[in-house]
């Protein structure tokens, strides 16, 4: 049993220095641009049932600061009253147009559809698809355009900040951040073509336009569920460079309401977001049970074999709160880091069972295998 501790600690003290020194190859953000004739930027936004969502996204794009934007806001067969509420909020605002979606096409992925025909609405330079549940600083447009200064970045994207809410979104949504600063090589996500080592999230994805259509934009990934993913490798393999940043300073996503949408939510893309490999699957097992939960057991086994069996978990507490409070997050969620880990891996099993049993995975009311 000391022996087991002994390397967990070792293990966990190596994995931390690790993200440390990872996280240092997420890019600084330049200063905020001016330019004396800004370039067009189309803001996008498909929509489905966001009536929870929709008031307070026009508002944030109401305050935002660039001088040269456009808003095309796209309802995809809504059964709420998304796309009335949409249509009287921006009447008085001609930067905005509300479009209702075609029906879906027979091999195309609902969000992947919607975002193809607001890209083909769009007259700007750059184009940003956001959720609707997303919200931006107010600079953040000046803040992301100097990225584009190097001509062969054809996409910036970053995971927001993430605040929330019920019980399952407390313990699953914060590990988004977690995973990929432990285990994504950013050096070579940033700076490098190496596709494998591509990580983007859906709710801002900010493309050069010229790039954006070189790679035939969303009809390149047009059955795709995690499109987000699947965009930056294409981008990639044409050559493209991609700027995963930590977008925590300047967006904002209020992701999931409830438990039942975290867990569907993540259920649709976690078994999917691996390649849907057994191998990596029973890997990650494997891993987060003895580092990650495993140190919660040595711990209570403290009082009868002494503190050393406490150094795994402090360990474990130490990686979690640094990416927390780099990310923006709520400070006290690292103390149930082990219950996260054990939540992580059961959507990931019911993900991979689902699949395997030819099951759909149900999102806003549409079924995707």
Known sequence: MESLTIILSGGLFLSFLWIIINGLFYPAYPKPMKSAIPPLVSILVPMRDEERNVLQLIENFKKLTYSNLEFILLDDHSSDSTYSLAVDSTKKDSRFSILQGAPLKKGWAGKVHACYQLSHAANGDYLLFLDADARLKKNTIESMLPFFQNEKVGLVTGFPRFPVTSWLSKLVVPMQHFVIWLHLPLALA????????????????????????????????????????????????????????NATPFVTCHMYETNQEVWNGFLKNIYIGIGKSPLMAMGLTLFYSLFYIAPLFLALLSPFYGVWFLVPLLLVWMQKLYIDLRTGQLAYLFLFMPISALAFLVILHASMWKSWRKQHYIWKGRAYK
């Open 190 to 245: 940033n700076y490098s073509s190496y596709k494998p080592a591509s990580a983007a999230h859906g709710a801002f994805m900010f493309f050069e336009r010229s790039a954006y259509d070189f790679i035939e934009g969303h009809f390149s990934v047009k059955s795709s569920i995690v499109e987000d993913v699947h965009l930056a490798r294409v981008m990639k393999e044409h050559g493209f460079q991609v700027k995963l940043i």
